[in-house]
Structures are given as C-alpha cells and as structure tokens.
C-alpha cells in the first residue's frame, strides 16, 4: 500500500471548495463512477469502503463494506471506517449528512456531475488528483479523450438525428421520464440523438399530452432484474402505442449502470447505444477496446 504523501495535494470539488488531502491511503468511494474509476487506476487496495451503486467492477461490492445507497448515506457509518479521504459525487446526500461529513476534520471531495464528454475527462482528472495518482490519471484521461474523439467522429456521421425519450420507471401509470441536466439526456446527447423531453430539467412525471407532442421515435430503458421495463409493458399503454417507436416497435434497454454511469466505459456505452440507434454508421471499435487501454493505467 502507497505511503502518505509527503505533500498535501489541494484541488478544487464540485462544490467550489478547496480540500486539502495528507493521506490518500484509506477512502470511502461513493457514487459507481467513482469506484469504477479507482478501480481503473489500479487504486483498489486503498478503497475501505463504497456503497450501493458501486457495481463495477462487479467484485467491488463483494469485497469491500457498504455504506449504503449514495442518497441516504449515514455519517456514522462512514466516520467509523476512519477514512482519510471521502469521495462522493455532487448528488449525494441527504444534506445533512454530507454537511457533517464536510464538518468531520477528514477531506471530503465532492466530484461533479456534468453528463458530457468534457465531465468524464473532469472527474476522471479530480478522482485521480485527489488520491495521489496524477500520472496514472493523465493517462486514463488520455484513453477515454481518444475513445471520445472517436465516437465524436461516428456521431459526424448521424443525418437525422432519432428523437428518443428515456423512462425511469412508470408511477401511478405515469412514465418517469428524463429532461435536460440529466445522465439519460448526457447519452442520447453522446449517442448522436435527440432528447424527445427537452422542456425542463431532471426527471418528471409526464400525462398522456406530453408524451403524444414529444413523438418519440425511440423509446429507451434500463436493465434493472424483476423490476424491468419491456417493449410489452410501454408500447401497449394507449398513448405510447400512437408514438412512432411504437409504429416502428423501436425499444432498447441497456444495464443501467454502463448506460448512465459516465465513468471510463460512457464512450463504449454511448457508441452501444449509437449502433442500435444507426447501425450503418456506428459500427466498429473505439481505440481502447483492441488495445484493452482502459486497464493499461494501472
């Protein structure tokens, strides 16, 4: 196990803050992109704990405590690993256990959550500097701006963008659906498509008017086990099944986590879900996958 530095690193978090980190050998990684990112620096050994939403790699939650869902985290439980360093994205919470963490005398980093190609490379870099691995961080970076750069080019070559609506979940028979500022409208965005609910931000119940003026040609969801949305279940509502990706019988659904995660893998999820969009144009590999640069930074 790395040693502590002999000179605190500083950086600047989501929340504005300067946090000045001594010891980055004992961290609790909240938020799945963050572990996976960790993970792909090769910086395992130093994770003492994460929580629910870590779920990959896979082996995370098996061989490291939870702390619980990123949401409803208690301070207590966190406090009592003695960590060093506490990384959680921006929408964690609730508030009042993150102004106790904030509060606690242990550095903790709030990592942004801009659902862009330039966020990715962001929290990449952050994560990284926070834990003491710059140049293994660089390097990450690297890979993931070169995945991008690519997928950018296959997105070039999208003519008509597809209109596509992402659903949460159904409450009361009402669709859940994603708005601008949110981690769906960051992949359809990436994916060369069009967010069919571009009216407001974040995640909204929506009645059978909208759903009809939103005309979406695609409909897309996530894989979640028991509690999974199928073509079936959308389609044969009345007002979905006027839409034209009812028409067209045009579902998808991918693992939520790959899908949303905007970590490391997000180019590879957003060129997956480009080529079931535009399988003509968005074949093909990005630069890591031959080369299995993602795990070269270790």
Same mark, same amino acid.
């Given at each position: 196990?790395a040693?502590?530095?002999?000179?605190?690193?500083?950086?600047?978090?989501?929340?504005?803050?300067?946090?000045?980190i001594?010891? #980055?050998?004992?961290?609790?990684?909240?938020?799945?992109?963050?572990?996976?990112?960790?993970?792909?620096?090769?910086?395992?050994?130093?994770i003492?704990?994460?929580?629910?939403?870590?779920?990959? #790699?896979?082996?995370?939650?098996?061989?490291?405590?939870?702390?619980?869902?990123?949401?409803?985290?208690?301070?207590? %439980?966190?406090?009592?690993?003695? #960590?060093?360093?506490?990384?959680?994205?921006?929408?964690?919470?609730?508030?009042?256990?993150?102004?106790?963490?904030?509060?606690?005398?242990?550095?903790?980093?709030?990592?942004?959550?801009?659902?862009?190609?330039? %966020?990715?490379?962001?929290?990449i870099?952050?994560?990284?500097?926070?834990?003491?691995?710059?140049?293994?961080?660089?390097c990450?970076?690297?890979?993931?701006?070169?995945?991008?750069?690519?997928?950018?080019?296959?997105?070039?070559?999208?003519?008509?963008?597809?209109?596509?609506?992402?659903?949460?979940?159904?409450?009361?028979?009402?669709?859940?659906?994603?708005?601008?500022?949110?981690?769906?409208?960051?992949?359809?965005?990436?994916?060369?498509a069009?967010?069919?609910?571009?009216?407001?931000?974040?995640?909204?119940?929506?009645?059978?008017?909208?759903?009809?003026?939103?005309?979406?040609?695609?409909?897309?969801?996530?894989?979640?086990?028991?509690?999974?949305?199928?073509?079936?279940?959308?389609?044969?509502?009345?007002?979905?099944?006027?839409?034209?990706?009812?028409?067209?019988?045009?579902?998808?659904?991918?693992?939520?986590?790959?899908?949303?995660?905007?970590?490391?893998?997000?180019?590879?999820?957003?060129?997956?879900?480009?080529?079931?969009?535009?399988?003509?144009?968005?074949?093909?590999?990005?630069?890591?996958? #031959?080369?299995?640069?993602?795990?070269?930074?270790?």
């Open positions: 196990m040693a502590a530095r002999a000179d605190a690193e500083s950086v600047r978090d989501a929340a504005g803050r300067t946090v000045t001594q010891d #980055p050998r004992r961290i609790v990684s909240i938020g799945g992109a963050v572990t996976e990112i960790l993970y792909a620096l090769g910086l395992q050994e130093r003492v704990a994460v929580d629910t939403t870590s779920l990959y #790699p896979p082996r995370a939650l098996a061989e490291k405590p939870n702390v619980g869902y990123m949401r409803q985290l208690s301070s207590e %439980g966190i406090l009592g690993l003695s #960590p060093t360093l506490i990384l959680a994205p921006e929408g964690a919470g609730p508030k009042e256990t993150i102004a106790v963490l904030e509060n606690a005398g242990v550095p903790f980093v709030s990592v942004p959550d801009h659902y862009s190609a330039a %966020g990715i490379v962001e929290r870099r952050l994560v990284a500097r926070a834990a003491g691995a710059d140049a293994r961080g660089s990450l970076a690297a890979v993931a701006e070169a995945d991008l750069a690519a997928l950018a080019q296959k997105r070039a070559r999208v003519e008509t963008p597809l209109r596509v609506m992402f659903i949460l979940s159904f409450v009361n028979d009402r669709p859940m659906v994603a708005g601008t500022e949110t981690a769906a409208d960051g992949i359809i965005r990436l994916a060369g069009v967010n069919a609910v571009a009216d407001y931000r974040g995640y909204k119940a929506i009645n059978d008017e909208a759903i009809l003026a939103a005309r979406p040609d695609v409909v897309l969801a996530m894989r979640r086990g028991r509690q999974e949305l199928t073509a079936d279940d959308v389609f044969a509502r009345p007002m979905f099944s006027l839409t034209p990706a009812a028409q067209a019988k045009r579902f998808i659904a991918m693992d939520g986590h790959y899908l949303l995660g905007f970590g490391p893998r997000t180019a590879r999820a957003a060129r997956d879900l480009a080529a079931s969009l535009y399988p003509d144009v968005m074949s093909g590999e990005l630069p890591s996958e #031959p080369s299995g640069a993602l795990d070269s930074c270790r």
